[in-house]
C-alpha cells in the first residue's frame, strides 16, 4: 500500500514526503483529484486576472504591479520544487541549469522570471504532459530558426537590462548561427533541410 493512502485511511494529519516523488505525490491517489480541483479553480481565476492585467498595462501600471503577476508570485513561492531526491524529470534539472546562467545575465524583474522559472520546474517535476508541451514548443521554434523566421536578438544586450557579460546577440548568436545554412551544410550535410509543413 502506498504510503500516502495508508496514512489517509489510517487517518494520520502530516505525512512526511521528503523522499517521495513530486510526480507520486501531485499525480498519485489521494491528492489528485484535489490537485485537479486546486487546477481548475486557478485557471478559472487566472483567466480573470488575465483581463485585468491587460487593463492594467494598458492604463500603464508596471507588468510586476499588477494583480496577476503579484498572484503568480506568490503562489510560485509554495510550490514544492524538483530535486534529484523528489524526481526524475531531466529537464526540470536542465531548466535549473539554464535558469542559473540566465540570473548571471539579467538585471531586471528578478522575481517575475523567478516566479516563471519555479512555475516551469514544478509543472515539468510532477506532470510528463507538462514536459511534453514545452518540448514540442521547443521544436516548433527550433523550427522556425532553422527556417530563418526566428528574429535574432540586437548584438550588444542593452545594459540596463544585461550585465556586461551577457554573450552577445546578433550575428554571434546562437540563433544566428543556426540560421546559416552554409554552415550547417558544413556540419550537418544536405540531409539537415526540414521539410515544409502543410
Not at 521547443?138 to 551577457?166: M, S
Amino acid at each position: 500500500m502506498d504510503d500516502v493512502e495508508k496514512a489517509a485511511i489510517m487517518g494520520q494529519t502530516s505525512i512526511d514526503l521528503t523522499n517521495r516523488l513530486l510526480s507520486h505525490i501531485v499525480l498519485g491517489w489521494p491528492l489528485r483529484d484535489y490537485f485537479m480541483k486546486v487546477k481548475g479553480l486557478l485557471n478559472d481565476a487566472l483567466r480573470k486576472l488575465t483581463e485585468q492585467h491587460i487593463q492594467q498595462r494598458i492604463e500603464g501600471k508596471e507588468i510586476d504591479e499588477t494583480t496577476l503577476a503579484k498572484t503568480i508570485m506568490q503562489i510560485t513561492k509554495v510550490l514544492p520544487m524538483p530535486t534529484e531526491k523528489n524526481s526524475d524529470a531531466v529537464n526540470a534539472h536542465t531548466i535549473k541549469r539554464i535558469e542559473e546562467r540566465f540570473f548571471r545575465y539579467s538585471k531586471f524583474r528578478r522575481h517575475l522570471f523567478l516566479s516563471a522559472f519555479r512555475l516551469i520546474k514544478f509543472e515539468l517535476g510532477h506532470d510528463i504532459a507538462y514536459d511534453d508541451a514545452l518540448q514540442i514548443l521547443i521544436e516548433e521554434i527550433i523550427k522556425e530558426i532553422l527556417r530563418g523566421n526566428w528574429k535574432v536578438r540586437h548584438e550588444e544586450p542593452l545594459a540596463l537590462y544585461w550585465d556586461a557579460q551577457t554573450p552577445k546577440g546578433g550575428k554571434y548568436s546562437i540563433i544566428s548561427i543556426l540560421q546559416d545554412k552554409k554552415a550547417l551544410e558544413n556540419l550537418l550535410g544536405d540531409d539537415w533541410r526540414l521539410k515544409e509543413e502543410k
